[in-house]
Each structure stands twice: as C-alpha cells, then as structure tokens.
C-alpha cells in the first residue's frame, strides 16, 4: 500500500512538473533572480569577498531532504545561519526556482517543494548581511531518491522504574514507513554508548539500568528503503528513578489553639521531606475527604515541601508522591481524623433518626447560608454524605433513602457544614471551601450498658476513708448515652449506694470505720437501665492513729533499747579489744601451776630406784600419787643444793652434775645417764637416796608400794631439775637469787617430799604443797634429808 502510494506521488509531481509548470519560482527573503548569469555573478562575488563575514552571514549544515508529508512526497532545505541576514534559495533542476524561506531558533528552513526523483538537484543559498556589502554563498546537490528522511520524532515519553527504562516514541507523518527504531543511551557524564533496538516503532524497553543513576539518550529510526536517511535525534536527559517515599509531617491548628482561624475551621500545614530532593522537579499533593465526596480541585502540584491547607473538621487523607520527567516515587500518605470532640463554637444542631433508613436536621434559623453538607458515621465505619441546598431560610430538614440503614445500640455522628456557594453545593475546592456549624450524636435506639467498668482499684486507704477509681465503659458495650455509675459500699451485709457523675472516674469514699472490711461494686447506667456490675474489691480500713504522747513513749521506749544494746556491744568490744591488745601477764609468784623443786645437795645416795621399781613408778597417772619418803640424815655441812634447769632448747648446754663422794663405801649400781627428750610437753626424773616409794591411789594414800633401806643405794647427790615454762626467766632468776642468799647452808626441807607425775592435774599437787605449809616450826632439823621435788609445768 505504501509503495503504490509513492508511485502515486512521484506521477502526481510529474505531471504538474509536466503540464502546469515544472519550475516554479516562489519569492524568497531576497530578490529572486534565477537566470544562470546572475547566479554565476552572485557566486564569483561572493567567493572573492576580501573581507571574511562569515560569522555575520554565514551558512553552514546545509542540507535538502525528502519528507513524507500529507500531500506527498515535498522536498525541504535546512541549514543554520544569523538571524539578521537575509537568505535566497534557489532550486535548480533542469530549471531554476526561488524557494521562500522562514527561521526558527536560528535555524533557517525553506518551504516545501516539487522535485523529481530521479533527477539530481542543486540548492544555492546566498546569505547578505544589510550593513556589509559582502555576501555568504553555499550549495547542495543530491538525487531526490536518495534523499528520503524519517524522523527525528515528533514526540518521546519515557518512564523509569525498578531498573528499566522504557520509551514511547511518536513519529508524526513518518510512522508509515518505520518499522523500528534504536535508542542510544549512556550514563551522565560517560562516553561510551550502548545502543537496544525495539521491537516495534512504538516502545522500546532498557534492562539494568542503575535507578539512582541519570541517564542520557538518543533516538532513530532503522534505514530502510522508504527512510534512506535516519537522523539522531537531539540529546535527551532521563533523571534517576525516584524509589523512595516521601516523609510527612502535619501541624494542626484550630480557632481554639489560633483565633486568627475562623471557628469551625483547621489549619493544616503539610510537610514532607525526600532524600534526593535535587532529582525532582515537584510534588504532587492530594487532598481528598475520607467519605469520597470528590471536588473539582483535589491536586496541587508544587515545587516546595509544605502546602497550607485550610480544611473542615472533616477526616481527610493526604497523599504526597515526587515527580520528574521520569516518572513518580511511591506514594506516602497520612490521615487526618475527624474532630468528633465538643467545641464551644459549634452552633446549635440536633437529629433525630425517625426510622432504620430516614433521619431529620434542624439547626439554628440565623445561619444565611443557602448551600449545605451534612455528614454521618458510627465509629469503624466510612462516613456517609448529603450535599443540599436550601432554597428558602429554613432550618430544618428530613433525609430518607433505602441506602440508609440505622442500626440499634450504636451511636451516630453527624457534621452539619456549611459552604459559601450560591448555585450548586457539591464541593468546587478542598481547600477552604466549607466550615463546620455543629456537631451532634443519637442512637436509633438506646439499651443498657451490657459490661461493668474495668480496672477498679481502691487506692489511698487511711482509717476512715479510700479512694476509688475505674475506666469507663467503651462506647460499643454502653449501647447509650451514659447517664452516671452506681457505686455499692457493703460492710456487714449492709449495702449502700451512691450515684456519681458519668464524667469522673474516681470518687472518694468518706467517714468509714477505722479496721473494718468494706467490699466495692460499680455499674454504669443509660437511659435504658442500668448495666452489669463489676466484680467485688474488697479492702480493710487502717487502725486508730496513734496519740502525740503514745508516739513520743514509744520513740523514747525504742532508743533506750538501743543505748542499752549500744553499751552492751560497746562493752564486749572493748573487752575483746583490751585481750587482743594488751593481755594479762600473771604472777609466776602466786601461781599453782609453776612449783619449785629442790633437792639438797649432798644426799646419801642418789640412784633411782631398780629398773623394776621405776617401771612401777612410772605407771603412775592422774588417779595415784606417788610419794617419795627419805630415810637418810644428811650432813649438815654439806654442800649446797644444786639446781639442774633442764631447757626446752635443744642446743642449750647442760648444767653439769656435781657429786659429793660417799661416806662410806658402797657398792654402786651401773647409773644410767639422764636422757631429757625436748619434744615432749612432760618429762619424768626420778631419783632417791634411801627413799621409800609409797602409793596412793584413789583417796587411800596408806599402800606402800614397796620399802627400800639405805644399803640398797649409794649415797650420791643429784641437782634438783626445773622443767621450762613460758615464766623461765623469771625461775631462773629466783633461784639464781635464792642461791646467792643461802650460800653454804643446807635448807631445811621436810622429809617425805611428794613427787608427783606430770600427768596430774594441779589440785593434787596444791594439796601437798599445803600440807607441807602446814608443819609447825622447828618440824625440821639438820638432819633432815631433803627430798627430791619434780615440778611440772
């Protein structure tokens, strides 16, 4: 079909080319002379100008096309020049033509033209600048066949998102004879091309594109043999893709928080925020009430990131979204709810629901408005709306519909507003295009409240009162309006009640008896009834303060408590303290524990007693006592006493015996040396001289263990031993002191010495220590023998 249309043309031209006139010479902007002399003269005049005025008068891109257009196939010159020359086309093609020619953003294109299309032609384009002389000559030459174009197009749209990039191409008269087109891109400030080929010569879609990216691109269309030639079209900027929401914010005020605001009026200040906010060009805000009532003008499209809105105390949604020549951003939006609380502005405004589908208005007869909305929803629902217009100044209207449908035991809202048109009363403006006159609530029928008050708490208990509070009844278990609480104080199983005002939630119980029991009960009460009782709190009543005096015994009663606990701890601790720093050190004089044993120093004999009897002896313990008795005279000029100090120290040296020959010879039993092992607490040392061992045991001290003479052992004398104790220096010195004192002199000890084991304890030996005090004077003479004394320590 194409094809035969452009045979259909190509014979059209022909034959007015033929028959009416082949060369026809339109006027141009200069004078139009196309005689061949004279185009040869303008040639060599302009070629051989001295004086370069090029940037004046010059010519450059030129070039001549074919386009299909309605009429057919026309041929059309394009070049760039200055606005203030004066161009001449002339056409020649067996004959020569002027072709008139206009400019547009400095680009000079001629009028369209007849050509043949297997004939070559020329363009001469002579440019004269009105203040020089000089003049600007270019040409063209090209066979009409082989000049065919398509495009650039006439119209591209394109949109980003999630990474692609699609384009929507037009291409004017040319669409005919595209079959597909190419598209050129890159990103900004790159220069490497990428290039994706449509598949129709409609639409063209680009794949993993970088959405925060911008991007630069370039259309054509493919060649083909109708389009030899397909230019680029200009370069076109694609902004990134917008992929965030907007953030928004709303201040709200109204005539109470602003009095500059009309009563019945909100002031709304939208805000928002974008994060690539240099991407987008504007915004796109949408107002529109949440009932759906629509408006001739809901959308305001602005470059700023606030919007002032002046709106009813109607609920509205607000829906932002960023916008470019890209595309949108997702959509963020924002409620704003309904003012269904009381304000003292509201004018008077009653309802009445006459049945489950009609209901009736009336207001105050002085308002002069002609043009009405009333508005009406039970929460959780989508509000209803009625646009009216009053004709006459009544104040009363009745609405009835079957798409109404009231429901008992819910409440109702209605919103009675008012607009300031005259004609027609649907909404023109969302903004400030109506105002809130009043606010009522009704039920189509009231019941009474099916649930009790919840979270009953008694708190602040003294002795003859308490508080009480609880939560109200939620609106959908009130089922009515609430008229006030019944409150149930029983002590005793006596019930009394008391009725309280539907707008507290506390209420405070008075003159109550001091450690009492009191239970609490609460219901809530409509014009229908009352409704179900809450569960029992029960609660106790503090005892009788106490009196000034009582306190002030009681705090007296409690400090001396804690003085007297203070001095007794105080006490034990300074004792504890006083051992610990600064022990007692006792008397060695007046202690029992520490005895003192001496034995004289020259002594008939000194050998223990047979390894037998010393065994015997040795078996003595805690429960016998053995005594040593002596039966010998001693000299009384015999040496004196030697004491042998036997040490716990180990490396002490040992006191050396002294031995005083005997008077008379004896047989002498082998001695054994005296062994003293330092480890052990008790040491034993038993010696005699003519001693008779006599043993008591229990209380009895009358058995004799055995009887020795003085012929049975060598007279021999042996030093008296000390065992060492913690009091050792002060032993040491005492004998050291008696020793200097006595000198040469015998000691007069009374015969019959006891020698006690260390295993006894220290009664035992205070017994015998005491008896021997007891002995009158003179009880010993210098005859006496002292006997040997072991001390224990």
Same mark, same amino acid.
């Given at each position: 079909?194409?094809?035969?249309? #452009?045979?259909?043309?190509?014979?059209?031209?022909?034959?007015?080319?033929?028959?009416?006139?082949?060369?026809?010479?339109?006027?141009?902007?200069?004078?139009?002379?196309?005689?061949?002399?004279?185009?040869?003269?303008?040639?060599?005049?302009?070629?051989?100008?001295?004086?370069?005025?090029?940037?004046?008068?010059?010519?450059?891109?030129?070039?001549?096309?074919?386009?299909?257009?309605?009429?057919?196939?026309?041929?059309?010159?394009?070049?760039?020049?200055?606005?203030?020359?004066?161009?001449?086309?002339?056409?020649?093609?067996?004959?020569?033509?002027?072709?008139?020619?206009?400019?547009?953003?400095?680009?000079?294109?001629?009028?369209?033209?007849?050509?043949?299309?297997?004939?070559?032609?020329?363009?001469?384009?002579?440019?004269?600048?009105?203040?020089?002389?000089?003049?600007?000559?270019?040409?063209?030459?090209?066979?009409?066949?082989?000049?065919?174009?398509?495009?650039?197009?006439?119209?591209?749209?394109?949109?980003?998102?999630?990474?692609?990039?699609?384009?929507?191409?037009?291409?004017?008269?040319?669409?005919?004879?595209?079959?597909?087109?190419?598209?050129?891109?890159?990103?900004?400030?790159?220069?490497?091309?990428?290039?994706?080929?449509?598949?129709?010569?409609?639409?063209?879609?680009?794949?993993?594109?970088?959405?925060?990216?911008?991007?630069?691109?370039?259309?054509?269309?493919?060649?083909?043999?109708?389009?030899?030639?397909?230019?680029?079209?200009?370069?076109?900027?694609?902004?990134?893709?917008?992929?965030?929401?907007?953030?928004?914010?709303?201040?709200?005020?109204?005539?109470?928080?602003?009095?500059?605001?009309?009563?019945?009026?909100?002031?709304?200040?939208?805000?928002?925020?974008?994060?690539?906010?240099?991407?987008?060009?504007?915004?796109?805000?949408?107002?529109?009430?949440?009932?759906?009532?629509?408006?001739?003008?809901?959308?305001?499209?602005?470059?700023?990131?606030?919007?002032?809105?002046?709106?009813?105390?109607?609920?509205?949604?607000?829906?932002?979204?960023?916008?470019?020549?890209?595309?949108?951003?997702?959509?963020?939006?924002?409620?704003?709810?309904?003012?269904?609380?009381?304000?003292?502005?509201?004018?008077?405004?009653?309802?009445?629901?006459?049945?489950?589908?009609?209901?009736?208005?009336?207001?105050?007869?002085?308002?002069?408005?002609?043009?009405?909305?009333?508005?009406?929803? #039970?929460?959780?629902?989508?509000?209803?709306?009625?646009?009216?217009?009053?004709?006459?100044?009544?104040?009363?209207?009745?609405?009835?519909?079957?798409?109404?449908?009231?429901?008992?035991?819910?409440?109702?809202?209605?919103?009675?507003?008012?607009?300031?048109?005259?004609?027609?009363?649907?909404?023109?403006?969302?903004?400030?295009?109506?105002?809130?006159?009043?606010?009522?609530?009704?039920?189509?029928?009231?019941?009474?409240?099916?649930? #009790?008050?919840?979270?009953?708490?008694?708190?602040?208990?003294?002795?003859?009162?308490?508080?009480?509070?609880?939560?109200?009844?939620?609106?959908?278990?009130?089922?009515?309006?609430?008229?006030?609480?019944?409150?149930?104080?029983?002590?005793?199983?006596?019930?009394?009640?008391?009725?309280?005002?539907?707008?507290?939630?506390?209420?405070?119980?008075?003159?109550?008896?001091?450690?009492?029991?009191?239970?609490?009960?609460?219901?809530?009460?409509?014009?229908?009834?009352?409704?179900?009782?809450?569960?029992?709190?029960?609660?106790?009543?503090?005892?009788?303060?106490?009196? #000034?005096?009582?306190?002030?015994?009681?705090?007296?009663?409690?400090?001396?408590?804690?003085?007297?606990?203070?001095?007794?701890?105080?006490?034990?601790?300074?004792?504890?303290?006083?051992?610990?720093?600064?022990?007692?050190?006792?008397?060695?004089?007046?202690?029992?524990?520490?005895?003192?044993?001496?034995?004289?120093?020259?002594?008939?004999?000194?050998?223990?007693?047979?390894?037998?009897?010393?065994?015997?002896?040795?078996?003595?313990?805690?429960?016998?006592?053995?005594?040593?008795?002596?039966?010998?005279?001693?000299?009384?000029?015999?040496?004196?006493?030697?004491?042998?100090?036997?040490?716990?120290?180990?490396?002490?040296?040992?006191?050396?015996?002294?031995?005083?020959?005997?008077?008379?010879?004896?047989?002498?039993?082998?001695?054994?040396?005296?062994?003293?092992?330092?480890?052990?607490?008790?040491?034993?040392?038993?010696?005699?001289?003519?001693?008779?061992?006599?043993?008591?045991?229990?209380?009895?001290?009358?058995?004799?263990?055995?009887?020795?003479?003085?012929?049975?052992?060598?007279?021999?004398?042996?030093?008296?031993?000390?065992?060492?104790?913690?009091?050792?220096?002060?032993?040491?010195?005492?004998?050291?002191?008696?020793?200097?004192?006595?000198?040469?002199?015998?000691?007069?000890?009374?015969?019959?010495?006891?020698?006690?084991?260390?295993?006894?304890?220290?009664?035992?030996?205070?017994?015998?220590?005491?008896?021997?005090?007891?002995?009158?004077?003179?009880?010993?003479?210098?005859?006496?023998?002292?006997?040997?004394?072991?001390?224990?320590?």
């Amino acid at each position: 079909m194409r094809k035969c249309s #452009a045979a259909f043309y190509i014979a059209l031209g022909l034959l007015i080319s033929g028959f009416v006139s082949l060369w026809t010479t339109v006027a141009s902007t200069g004078t139009c002379d196309c005689s061949p002399e004279n185009l040869n003269l303008l040639k060599d005049k302009c070629n051989n100008t001295e004086v370069d005025i090029s940037h004046l008068t010059g010519v450059s891109d030129l070039g001549c096309y074919i386009k299909y257009i309605t009429s057919g196939l026309n041929a059309i010159c394009e070049w760039k020049g200055n606005v203030s020359t004066s161009y001449t086309l002339y056409t020649k093609q067996r004959k020569c033509s002027c072709v008139a020619v206009h400019q547009k953003d400095k680009i000079w294109t001629s009028n369209y033209f007849l050509v043949v299309l297997n004939w070559n032609m020329t363009a001469h384009v002579i440019g004269t600048s009105k203040d020089q002389p000089s003049c600007t000559y270019k040409n063209f030459s090209g066979i009409p066949s082989m000049m065919t174009m398509c495009g650039p197009h006439s119209k591209i749209t394109y949109k980003r998102s999630s990474g692609y990039l699609t384009v929507w191409v037009e291409w004017g008269n040319d669409s005919n004879y595209i079959k597909n087109f190419l598209v050129k891109y890159r990103e900004f400030n790159t220069t490497r091309w990428k290039e994706q080929q449509s598949e129709n010569r409609k639409e063209c879609v680009l794949l993993n594109l970088t959405p925060s990216l911008p991007y630069e691109l370039q259309t054509q269309c493919v060649p083909i043999k109708d389009c030899a030639q397909c230019p680029l079209s200009k370069v076109i900027m694609v902004p990134p893709e917008l992929t965030d929401a907007p953030s928004i914010q709303l201040e709200i005020q109204d005539h109470m928080q602003n009095l500059s605001i009309s009563p019945g009026q909100r002031k709304v200040v939208v805000k928002w925020e974008y994060a690539n906010s240099e991407a987008v060009d504007n915004y796109n805000v949408t107002v529109r009430k949440v009932s759906g009532e629509s408006s001739n003008r809901d959308s305001f499209i602005t470059e700023n990131s606030s919007l002032t809105l002046i709106l009813s105390y109607s609920a509205y949604n607000i829906s932002i979204r960023a916008l470019n020549s890209a595309g949108s951003s997702p959509v963020s939006s924002i409620a704003i709810e309904q003012m269904d609380e009381w304000r003292d502005s509201f004018g008077p405004f009653t309802v009445n629901i006459t049945s489950n589908s009609s209901f009736s208005l009336s207001w105050s007869s002085s308002v002069s408005s002609v043009c009405y909305s009333v508005e009406w929803w #039970a929460k959780g629902q989508i509000p209803a709306f009625r646009p009216f217009y009053m004709k006459t100044k009544s104040s009363t209207i009745t609405f009835h519909s079957p798409l109404i449908n009231f429901q008992p035991y819910t409440r109702y809202y209605f919103f009675l507003h008012i607009r300031p048109y005259k004609d027609t009363c649907n909404m023109k403006n969302v903004n400030d295009s109506e105002t809130t006159y009043g606010l009522a609530q009704t039920y189509f029928t009231e019941g009474s409240p099916i649930s #009790a008050p919840g979270n009953v708490s008694i708190l602040n208990i003294t002795q003859h009162s308490s508080v009480i509070t609880w939560s109200p009844v939620s609106e959908e278990d009130l089922r009515g309006f609430l008229l006030g609480y019944y409150i149930y104080l029983t002590e005793d199983n006596n019930e009394t009640s008391f009725e309280v005002d539907p707008s507290v939630n506390s209420f405070e119980l008075q003159n109550l008896e001091s450690n009492s029991a009191y239970r609490v009960q609460l219901s809530a009460f409509t014009a229908a009834g009352e409704g179900e009782r809450s569960d029992s709190k029960h609660f106790v009543t503090n005892l009788p303060d106490f009196t #000034a005096l009582n306190s002030i015994i009681a705090a007296v009663v409690v400090g001396i408590i804690i003085l007297l606990l203070a001095v007794h701890f105080s006490f034990r601790l300074l004792h504890r303290a006083k051992k610990l720093l600064w022990p007692s050190i006792p008397n060695p004089e007046n202690s029992n524990a520490v005895q003192k044993i001496e034995i004289a120093y020259e002594l008939g004999i000194l050998e223990p007693l047979n390894r037998q009897r010393l065994e015997e002896s040795e078996g003595c313990d805690s429960s016998t006592v053995c005594v040593v008795g002596s039966k010998r005279e001693a000299s009384p000029l015999s040496s004196p006493p030697t004491t042998l100090l036997l040490s716990e120290d180990e490396d002490s040296p040992s006191i050396p015996e002294e031995i005083t020959p005997p008077d008379i010879p004896t047989q002498v039993p082998t001695r054994e040396p005296v062994i003293t092992n330092l480890n052990k607490t008790d040491s034993i040392l038993s010696a005699s001289l003519d001693e008779e061992v006599t043993t008591f045991e229990s209380k009895d001290p009358g058995e004799t263990v055995s009887n020795t003479t003085e012929l049975d052992f060598i007279r021999t004398s042996q030093p008296a031993v000390v065992f060492m104790s913690d009091y050792t220096t002060m032993e040491i010195f005492q004998q050291v002191t008696m020793t200097g004192i006595q000198g040469p002199s015998i000691q007069a000890v009374k015969p019959g010495l006891v020698a006690v084991h260390p295993g006894q304890d220290y009664v035992r030996q205070s017994y015998f220590l005491q008896e021997i005090v007891k002995e009158p004077p003179g009880a010993f003479n210098s005859i006496d023998v002292l006997n040997s004394e072991i001390t224990v320590l």
